[in-house]
């Protein structure tokens, strides 16, 4: 399967589930940010090869959808409504992560 982490700038959040899942067996895992400023940013060749799409809060969907709302129609996008408090690989988040996803990836 593949999975596409979200959040605003690539650099916390969904560089921490990249990190954490791109292991995982079954998965091939990429992740990436909506802003501008974002260490990756967002593009529709990501959105079409994702099967599925987990972003941080609701306002990724938004501007995600938004910003490719040809590529986004019909994809599975989850909000996994983590909050902009962490650092990238903090143990919080991570456990976080994994509580979350738990149910995705069984």
């Not at 399967?1 to 954490?20: D, P, Q």
């Not at 791109?22 to 974002?38: I, R």
């Not at 079409?48 to 986004?72: N, S």
């Not at 996008?77 to 909050?83: G, K, S």
Request: glycine share 2%.
């Amino acid at each position: 399967m593949h999975v596409l982490f979200v959040c605003s700038r690539n650099k916390r959040r969904s560089l921490t589930a990249e990190s954490i899942y791109k292991n995982h067996d079954g998965l091939q895992v990429k992740s990436a940010g909506t802003e501008p400023s974002a260490r990756i940013k967002l593009n529709a060749k990501m959105v079409l090869w994702a099967d599925i799409i987990f972003v941080m809060e609701k306002r990724h969907k938004q501007r995600m959808c938004e910003q490719l709302p040809a590529e986004t129609k019909d994809k599975r996008i989850v909000i996994l409504d983590i909050p902009y408090e962490f650092n990238y690989m903090d143990s919080v988040l991570i456990e976080e992560l994994k509580l979350t996803m738990a149910d995705y990836l069984q």
